[in-house]
């Protein structure tokens, strides 16, 4: 048990007409250390003018009704009570009887802030009407409704009491007390005339209709747009999963044809390789000897054809084309014994790519070289050619053979043309040295970043 306990209550909101103060509400309590018995009143200005005291009449009676003593006066001094306000909730109004169990309160003078005095003037006291849901009158989406024309009017949408108008006064839709004189609301400022039209059920229904309406239209409009989003995202997740597949797919095939090509590519080297080698292998150890007829027999297409000492071979396959190979003899007019040279010409004119090609291939082979300007191609073949590049390269075919194998290529005519010439090693260098033929080293070709390093 705490300090004090209730022993009696007043009845709420206590109205006397014209009086300008409401009693709210008030109590007994009795203080279980001394039981003493103290009682609390709230009291609320409900008129415009401002209060700055209130006397109070306070009857006690004992647990019978029975009066104790005469009554008591209370004075709450130094107010600036407005409108609305209330005060005495916190304030103990202590009684020397200890019997006393019940009350009886009546206001009995109230002095306002200018000195005007508002005197008891002995009338009826009556409880104030309690504000009354108005949900008993309209519908909750009708009450619903009137909340938002309030809200969109006024600013406010927590109305919920009905529209009551009593002798002298009328309790608003939000829940305050007003004066009959007053048109308007004094707390929430709407007017009565606005309330009560507002509060027309047929009009509340046409209004609700038309917010129904709007807001099924809304709900569509809301709904689209959440569609049209979805298509959107779908669309986007779709096309992001098409460029990811497609650039997978790409890559995938760019490496694979970067696989074949390379494979292609070396295909292509070995081919030209060893074609290269083919040649050299079978004219090198014959070239510059004294060879026998029957060592050349095999490769040359018509021995009697050779009578004009220049055809050897009328088709020959090298770099991937056809050509004849033809010879050159040395002045005493013997065949086979003195043939120095052999020269490989294409019957179709070799393609750029194709000459590089070559190039790349032999200077892998053989090392780099670079390209001979000032020579006379008289000193290599009969076949007398000027403005042509030739590119030489020492082949050591075995101990004591060396040979130089001799790209010319003759842009001018259209013609180029693979020549083998074939020295005698030692000779070689000596004739070599003599012409001024020699190598560069810092020679830098493409070839250096070429592809092919098997
Ligand atoms: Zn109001």
């Known amino acids: 048990m705490g300090r004090y306990t209730e022993v009696y209550s007043l009845d709420k909101n206590i109205y006397k007409k014209a009086c300008p103060i409401l009693i709210v509400g008030g109590r007994l309590l009795k203080d279980n250390h001394n039981n003493q018995i103290l009682g609390q009143v709230k009291l609320k200005n409900i008129v415009a003018e401002q209060i700055k005291a209130i006397f109070i009449n306070i009857a006690t009676y004992d647990v019978l009704h029975n009066q104790i003593d005469a009554s008591i006066e209370y004075q709450y001094l130094d107010l ?9 909730e916190q304030t103990a109004i202590y009684f020397t009887d200890q019997r006393i169990r019940e009350i009886d309160v009546k206001i009995q003078k109230v002095v306002f802030a200018d000195g005007k005095i508002w005197e008891d003037d002995s009338g009826e006291t009556t409880k104030l009407h309690d504000c009354t849901p108005l949900n008993e009158d309209l519908q909750d989406e009708l009450v619903q409704q009137y909340q938002r024309e309030c809200q969109s009017a006024y600013g406010s949408n927590s109305d919920s009491c009905a529209l009551r108008e009593y002798e002298d006064y009328w309790i608003c839709t939000c829940g305050a007390m007003n004066w009959k004189e007053e048109k308007s609301c004094h ?3 709407k007017s009565k ?6 509060l027309d059920e047929t009009l509340l229904r046409d209004n609700l209709e038309e917010y129904n309406t709007e807001m099924e239209k809304r709900r569509v409009e809301q709904e689209r747009i959440q569609a049209e989003q979805k298509v959107e995202k779908e669309k986007l997740t779709k096309k992001r999963n098409k460029i990811i597949a497609i650039t997978s797919v790409a890559a995938a095939f760019i490496f694979v044809v970067f696989v074949v090509y390379q494979s292609v590519q070396f295909q292509e080297y070995n081919k030209l390789s060893k074609g290269i080698d083919k040649y050299v292998n079978t004219f090198s150890k014959k070239v510059g000897y004294d060879c026998e ?11 009697y054809s050779f009578e004009d000492r220049n055809l050897i071979k009328d088709k020959y396959n090298l770099l991937n084309q056809k050509g004849a190979v033809y010879a050159l003899t040395d002045d005493d007019g013997s065949e086979y014994s003195n043939i120095y040279t052999v020269t490989w010409i294409p019957d179709d004119m070799l393609s750029d790519d194709k000459i590089s090609e070559i190039k790349k291939i032999v200077m892998k082979k053989y090392g780099d070289t670079e390209k001979k300007s000032d020579y006379s191609l008289e000193d290599y073949t009969s076949l007398n050619r000027d403005n042509a590049d030739l590119y030489s390269w020492d082949i050591e075919v075995d101990k004591n053979t060396k040979c130089v194998l001799n790209l010319v ?12 010439v074939n020295y005698d090693y030692i000779e070689t260098i000596k004739d070599e040295n003599e012409s001024g033929s020699d190598y ?3 020679y830098d070709s493409d070839y250096d970043s070429d592809s092919y390093s098997y």
């Open 409 to 420: 290529i003759h842009r001018e005519s259209g013609e180029v043309q693979l020549q083998i």
């Open 80 to 88: 600036q009570l407005q409108r609305d306000d209330a005060c005495g």
């Open 440 to 442: 560069d080293s810092d």
């Open 187 to 189: 707390k929430c400022g």
């Open 193 to 198: 005339d606005w309330i009560k039209f507002h």
């Open 293 to 303: 007829d029957e060592e050349w027999s095999d490769i040359i297409s018509d021995p």
